[in-house]
C-alpha cells in the first residue's frame, strides 16, 4: 500500500506579468505586491488585515507600517486567518 506524500515545506513562486499584455491569471494564482525595499510580498487582503492587528481593530489606509518588521516575509491572509511566512530566496531566473 501507497504512503501519501508528506510536505515538510511551503513552497512559493513568484513571476512579474505585464498585464496590458496578458488579460488572465495562470491557475492556481492570485496576485501579490512586493515592497522591494525588505523584500515582503503581501496580498492587499493580507495589508489590510496586518493594519487592523497592529491598529487595535481600525482599518486606516494612512497607517505607517515598519517594513523592516516584515524583511523577507510573505504576508498573507486566507479563508483560515492570517500569518507572516518566512521567506527565502533560493533563484531568480531571467528571460
Not at 501519501?4 to 513571476?15: C, H, I, N
Amino acid at each position: 500500500m501507497f504512503k501519501p506524500l508528506e510536505v515538510k515545506e511551503d513552497f512559493m513562486l513568484s513571476y512579474n506579468v505585464i498585464m496590458d499584455s496578458y488579460k488572465k491569471f495562470l491557475p492556481n494564482s492570485i496576485m501579490v505586491h512586493q515592497k522591494r525595499e525588505t523584500n515582503t510580498i503581501y496580498t492587499i487582503n493580507a495589508l489590510n488585515e496586518l493594519i487592523m492587528n497592529l491598529n487595535n481593530g481600525i482599518l486606516d489606509k494612512t497607517y505607517k507600517i515598519e517594513w523592516e518588521r516584515y524583511k523577507n516575509c510573505a504576508l498573507l491572509k486566507n479563508k483560515d486567518g492570517f500569518r507572516v511566512v518566512k521567506i527565502i530566496l533560493v533563484k531568480v531566473y531571467s528571460f
